[in-house]
């Protein structure tokens, strides 16, 4: 007679002496394999890191000295006296500007090209895409000579051309977002009578968050990383981080100072990727689709 066994249910040998291993059970060697590999790829991210965090310590280092002959803080206070509190005030802002106007510019294009709504979606796409096959030095430079004929200001023409170098990243990154977007339940709330602020703010954002994330990311990075754009259109009305450690890179002696500004500009990055690692991975539940609970039904119903 034949059993029937539950699905989902793991079946053991009827003799005990046998060993088995569960379908499901991930192999312990592909395990080992991947803690290996992640750790290695720790290290060789945080091994040119070491040089710069002894530095940002050290007063002096010799060559043949394998770590600071001296150490103190003579380079966070070079660093503070020539104006890294204001770069950095400037980058930040600089960044969060970049990443609020070219988050949802990207996200709408992205949403009409996933859509088919824009006729010649491959022209559309290469003229988004364009900025990563241009030389940035070269689309740069002819743009200014545009910006300064047009009398637009240094720092307003830095922002649009920030905007339009972040845009093919938002682009892609949404539409890989959309690609695995299901529109029923926008559809679903319009049925039960949500109005379009309604699907947009409780169905539509929660369930593109994740992607929304982590376009934010990359266009917060290539604000906050940009040198030639705010070297050549700003004309030194905005002086940013990356600028900052330039000149400090091209003279001589100033080890203590260009760590201490290298470190300070890698910590928003690192802390955005480690609350985009640790957030950006949850798809919130669209809650205009949800009923009302137990302590939110009225009082008598079943």
Known sequence: ??????????????????????????????RTLRLTIAALLTVWFALPLVPLLLWFFADRWSAPAVLPTEWGFDGVTSALANGAVPAFGQSLALALVVAAI?????????????????????????????PLALPAFVAVMGLTIVLLRARVPG??????????????????????????????????????????????????LPLVAPGLARAAFLAFLVGWSDYVITVLVGGGTIVTL?????????????????????????????????????????????????????????????
Not at 1 to 30: E, F
Not at 155 to 169: E, H, K, M, Q
Not at 256 to 273: E, F, T, Y
């Open 155 to 204: 720092v307003v023409g830095v922002v649009i051309l920030l905007v339009a170098a972040a845009l093919p990243y938002t682009v892609y990154t949404m539409r890989v977002a959309y690609a695995a977007h299901d529109l029923a339940y926008e559809d679903e709330a319009r049925t039960l009578g949500a109005s379009r602020w309604n699907v947009l703010w409780r169905v539509h």
């Open 102 to 130: 070219a988050t949802p510019l990207g996200a709408m294009a992205a949403r009409a090209l996933t859509r088919g709504a824009v006729p010649f979606p491959r022209l559309v796409s290469g003229i988004l895409l364009a």
């Open 242 to 302: 990356p600028l900052l450690v330039a000149s400090f890179a091209a003279g001589v002696g100033n080890d203590a100072v260009v760590a201490v500004l290298s470190v300070s500009a890698i910590v928003p990055p690192l802390v955005l990727l480690l609350a985009l690692g640790r957030f950006g991975r949850r798809y919130p539940t669209a809650s205009y689709l949800h009923g009302p609970t137990a302590s939110q039904s009225p009082k008598g119903s079943p």
């Open 1 to 30: 007679m034949a059993m029937l066994i539950p699905y989902g249910q793991r079946v053991t040998p009827d003799d005990p002496t046998v060993s088995s291993r569960g379908l499901m059970r991930p192999r312990p060697g592909g």
